[in-house]
Each structure stands twice: as structure tokens, then as C-alpha cells.
């Protein structure tokens, strides 16, 4: 139930990764389909609902993309593992016959790196928070990857129809910033897109990282943070601003590291997600109503296919420009640089 509805809440305090809800590789894999079954399907529902299932299934092709690539690049680092793993002796990172390799801490041994690092790809691109392995233990550009796909706004399929809407906001600033480039009319689903659509796109596809990058800034200037953090340094930042992020992409899951069960970070985190939540939703309702008025324009050869390849590659490449222009500054203080003290 909690993992098709994309809550993520857990009777246990270790959430999937207690046997008795999660003991073993086939209910692990029933569980990881079931995080995004759901906002997959409101892909095609969309191009139903639109009379264009072309449409749908290019935003879906999208998706699918950027997530392969996401889970790809959390399993590669957790198998390489970290050098201080290697040279500590007490664990060995080394592929061998009986030994998988890699960075195993945190992770339950009946699912290993693959079913682990991929479990935290899915949970982190929807909105659901439900984890089989603990987070805070992933290498540097393993939560790196997790948080920037929650700080995207979670729009790599994302919880039971907000990732779909929050697509469709980069979906229009892809043909608005595409027709800028060839010159072509902006028009999405028929209708032309003119400045208010883009007002709205911009709210919409922006204030999910305003809201994250604002609380973490006034988190972190409070001088009591630290005395909540059980580390320091960049892992430390990281810990803060993946507790924001989480918060900020309604996700629930955590650099469990941090101590967040104090009133005045209580207060920030509540007011961030309803901020954050209701925002993108008054957005994307004030786009449906404008687009509702007007009246669909024929196709010409000035129209720029919003269902082909290209449009997924442009779409896929939008949204990770928007991400990294909006995310990568915070992120390079926390991860970007714990991953350079690691190979230091």
C-alpha cells in the first residue's frame, strides 16, 4: 500500500529493510515495481487524456532516461566503493568468488549493491521516501544522485501525478527555449505558448529548488545546527540539505545522521512542504485553465514536434541544465566536495 501510493512510511523504524516486510529478493522486486507502477501508468494516461499518446510516451521516454541513467550512476560508485574502505582491512571492496565487492555498509546482504542502489534510484525519483538501505552510508555521488533527483522536483516520474505535472512545466520550457533557438513557433498539445504560460512554467518548475535552497541557507546560518549533526565537514552540509531536499520534494527519506526532531527545525521543514507542494500545484492549474481558452492552431512546417526523439533528448537535457544551474552550487559544498576528500 505505502509503496504504490508513493507515501513511504514505515510500521518498522528500518522501513523495507525489516524482513517482515521486505525479507527477500522476489517481495524486494514486487516492492521496487510497485514505488512506480503508478506515476509510470499517469504518463500514458496524459496522452490519453490529450488525444496524442505520442505525447505520452515521449514524456515517459524522457523519464525513463534520465532514470537509467541516475540508477547507473549509484551503482557504479557503490560497487567501486571508497578508498578508505580498502584501507581500513575491515571490509574488502575487491570483486572476488564469494565477496560482491564494493561498498556494502549500510545495506542488508540479502539484496546486495544492485537491489539496494536501485531501490534508492526508484525511491528518490518518486516522491515515496521508502528505503531498503540506509543512505547516509552511500558514497559521495551516490547521495549526490539522490538528492539532486528530489531537488529536480522529483519529476522523473515522481509520486502519483506530481511528477507527471512537473514534466509537463520543463516540457513547456523546452519548446519555448527550443523555438528561441530555430525559430520556431512555441505550441505544446496544440496550443501556442505565450508569456503567461512561461510565468507559470517558471513558478512551477522553480519553486521546489527555491524552497529547498532557501530553508537549508537559514538552517545552516542558525548556530544550534551543528549540536543536531552527527558529522561534520561537507558530509555534515550534506546531511542538512539532503533533510531540505527531502522535505522540499515531499520525499521522507533521510541522511539519517541529522537530528531533525527539535521544534524550530519541525517548523521549518513543515512550512517548506506545504510551500513547496501547493506552489507547483496553483501553477500548474493556472497553465490548464489558461491552455483551456484557447483554441488548438493548425500544424505547419513552423511547428516544433514535441513527440519525437528529439524533443526527449532536449526535454531530458532541460531539465538536468535547470537542475544543475539551480543545485549545483549547494551541492558542490556537500558531496561534490566529500567525494574529492575521499580520492584526496
Keep these: 500500500m505505502k509503496q504504490s501510493g508513493t507515501n513511504g512510511g514505515g510500521f518498522f523504524g528500518v522501513n523495507s529493510a525489516h524482513p517482515y516486510e521486505n525479507p527477500n529478493a522476489f517481495t524486494n522486486i514486487i516492492e521496487m515495481t510497485s514505488l512506480l507502477l503508478i506515476p509510470a501508468a499517469c504518463c500514458f494516461t496524459f496522452g490519453i487524456g490529450v488525444k ?10 524522457a523519464m525513463l532516461v534520465l532514470l537509467v541513467i541516475f540508477t547507473g550512476v549509484i551503482a557504479v560508485n557503490e560497487h567501486a566503493g ?4 580498502a584501507d581500513s582491512g575491515a571490509v574488502n571492496i575487491e570483486m572476488t568468488d564469494g565477496q560482491a565487492g564494493g561498498n556494502m555498509e549500510g545495506k542488508e546482504s540479502r539484496f546486495g549493491i544492485a537491489a539496494s542502489s536501485t531501490w534508492s534510484a526508484y525511491t528518490t525519483a518518486a516522491s515515496n521516501g521508502s528505503v531498503n538501505s540506509m543512505h547516509d552510508s552511500y558514497t559521495p555521488l551516490g547521495g549526490f544522485v539522490q538528492m539532486l533527483q528530489m531537488a529536480l522536483g522529483e519529476v522523473v516520474f515522481g509520486g502519483v501525478g506530481c ?6 512545466g520543463f516540457a513547456i520550457l523546452t519548446v519555448f527555449i527550443a523555438g528561441l533557438m ?8 496544440g496550443k501556442k505558448i505565450e508569456p503567461g504560460e512561461m510565468r ?17 541557507a537559514i538552517a545552516c546560518m542558525v548556530p544550534g545546527l551543528a549540536d543536531q549533526l552527527n558529522n561534520g565537514g561537507a558530509h555534515g ?6 533533510a531540505f531536499t527531502s522535505c522540499g520534494g515531499n520525499n521522507g527519506s533521510a541522511f539519517a545522521g541529522m537530528n531533525c526532531n527539535i521544534p524550530w527545525i519541525n517548523v521549518m521543514l513543515g512550512l517548506e512542504m506545504l ?8 501553477g500548474t492549474l493556472a497553465i490548464a485553465g489558461s491552455l483551456a481558452k484557447k483554441g488548438k492552431v493548425a500544424e505547419s512546417a513552423g511547428t516544433l514536434s514535441t513527440t519525437n526523439g528529439m524533443f526527449v533528448f532536449l526535454l ?5 541544465l535547470i537542475g544543475a544551474l539551480s543545485f549545483f552550487p549547494a551541492l558542490a559544498l556537500g558531496p561534490v566536495a566529500e567525494f574529492f576528500q575521499m580520492i584526496a
Design 237 to 242: 552540509f550534506s546531511e542538512v540539505l539532503y
Design 52 to 61: 496524442n499518446t505520442k505525447q505520452g510516451k515521449a514524456i515517459f521516454a
Design 200 to 216: 507559470w512554467a517558471v513558478v512551477l518548475c522553480l519553486a521546489t529548488p527555491f524552497a529547498i535552497l532557501v530553508c537549508s
Design 316 to 320: 531530458v537535457f532541460i531539465v538536468l
Design 275 to 282: 510551500f513547496a507542494r501547493f506552489m507547483p500545484i496553483v
Design 82 to 85: 571508497t578508498p578508505q574502505l
Design 163 to 168: 511528477g507527471l505535472y512537473g514534466m509537463i
Design 182 to 189: 530555430v525559430g520556431r513557433t512555441p505550441e505544446f498539445l
